[in-house]
């Protein structure tokens, strides 16, 4: 396989998603040699996925789900390892419990003035860079910024330090892509910048995310050291790049479908639903972490042993044709929800309200202010950053056609 063809690493636009199908339309689970050379059980079918993630005996804890784990310091890594994402029950339902305690819906739904503002900020800046120039990189001048912003701002993390956070993201998802001396040169610094910035908030809590973590109590129990740093870090990265993903995504996808635009415009109550199809046909994360099998299982009719690597493919499952009808047509009038986009059993994503309520008021906002918003290349010619996990394209040129 070229990384042409490659189901996770195919770069350019649409690749990935053909490949899957290729993939799909020979059954639901596949043996596959991953790009980073593992060996991989793929799982493309929507019910077959649904199954293998609320199985208590397919694990994360020994699965090789973070980068650089043989060499890096034991300290340096377990500051951004010790989170739920890699944990099981009932490590992982103590560590999610305590987290839900701080991350409440109070706190991300009193968040949505802001939101507004940040986004209206961001897309005078970008009006101005489209009057310049004819065109923007909607990544970099609205999708990008907005979440790292967002989610720096619940934390508590000061906006002097906001690009220094942004500059040590990019290698921490980089993983594997970037090498072993960007990786750890960021890790660390990054590490440092939040042991500093929690010994701030324990000396003086404030109406913050990061406060009210370090605060958290259940009875005696309480977040460690290295427990806040992974989540922060945890939080900073899985609540970030996908995201953008999300809000880029989309908007590319509507910008290449003027039927489902125009109804859009038209329609502006079908946000919430329009948002959920825009996860489902163009997922912001193409996979889970990976897991393994802590005993033999077996997946339509096909016997997996124990060891083995499980990936699920999150772009397949969330066009599986016996699942949704037409899953490669943006229908915003849908209503067979249910994607997989933000996973699903103990590990569904936490940061789901918040996701969805970036995305309703970005998407909102950009097309009132735009409605003249036009891809200024075309569709075709875009491209992805290769990722195992993220479905991201490179940038998103747009103009207004008016
Ligand atoms: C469109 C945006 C997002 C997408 C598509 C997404 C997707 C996902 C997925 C697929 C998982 C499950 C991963 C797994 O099973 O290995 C997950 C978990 C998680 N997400 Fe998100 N996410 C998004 C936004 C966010 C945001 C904004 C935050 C936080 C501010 C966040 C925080 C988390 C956390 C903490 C987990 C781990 C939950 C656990 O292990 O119990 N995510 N997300």
């Not at 973590?213 to 009875?219: M, P, Q, S």
């Not at 946000?271 to 959920?276: G, R, Y």
């Not at 897991?291 to 772009?315: D, F, K, M, S």
Request: proline share 7%; glycine share 8%; aromatic share 4%.
């Amino acid at each position: 396989m070229t990384t042409d063809d490659d189901p996770f690493l195919a770069v350019r636009d649409g690749a990935r998603h053909r490949a899957l199908a290729e993939l799909a339309a020979r059954g639901p689970v596949h043996h596959l040699t991953l790009a980073t050379g593992a060996d991989a059980w793929v799982v493309t079918g929507y019910a077959e996925a649904k199954a293998v993630l609320t199985d208590p005996r397919v694990i994360r804890e020994g699965a090789s789900n973070s980068p650089y784990g043989e060499e890096m310091p034991a300290a340096l890594y377990s500051a951004l390892n010790s989170h739920m994402l890699t944990t099981d029950p009932p490590a992982h339902t103590r560590l999610r419990r305590l987290v839900s305690a701080a991350f409440t819906r109070r706190r991300v739904e009193g968040l949505a003035p802001r939101i507004e503002r940040i986004c209206a900020d961001l897309l005078d800046g970008m009006a101005k860079t489209l009057e310049a120039d004819g065109e923007a990189d909607l990544i970099d001048a609205f999708a990008g910024p907005l979440p790292i912003t967002v989610i720096c701002e619940l934390l508590g993390v000061p906006s002097e330090s906001h690009a220094a956070v942004r500059g040590w993201a990019g290698p921490l998802l980089a993983g594997r892509f970037v090498g072993y001396e960007a990786y750890s040169r960021a890790a660390g610094e990054f590490v440092d910048f939040l042991h500093l910035l929690l010994a701030d908030k324990r000396r003086q809590p404030v109406d913050d995310l990061l406060s009210a973590l370090v605060e958290v109590r259940d009875g005696e129990d309480r977040l460690s050291e290295d427990e806040l740093t992974s989540m922060v870090q945890l939080l900073l990265l899985a609540g970030h790049e996908t995201t953008v993903n999300l809000i880029a995504n989309g908007v590319k996808a509507l910008l290449a479908d003027p039927g489902q635009l125009a109804l859009l415009r038209a329609e502006p109550d079908r946000l919430p639903a329009a948002v959920e199809e825009l996860l489902r046909f163009d997922s912001p994360a193409q996979a889970p972490v990976p897991a393994i099998t802590a005993e033999p299982i077996e997946v339509a009719g096909q016997r997996i042993p124990a060891g083995e690597n499980i990936v699920i493919a999150l772009l397949a499952v969330n066009r599986d044709p016996a699942r949704f009808a037409d899953p490669d047509v943006l229908d915003l009038t849908r209503d067979d929800g249910g994607h997989l986009a933000f996973g699903h059993g103990v590990h569904h994503c936490l940061g789901a309200p918040l996701a969805r309520l970036e995305a309703r008021i970005a998407l909102g906002a950009l097309l009132e202010r735009f409605g003249d918003l036009a891809l200024a290349v075309p569709a075709d010619s875009l491209e992805r950053l290769p990722s195992l996990i993220i479905n991201r394209l490179v940038v998103l040129p747009v103009r207004r056609a008016g």
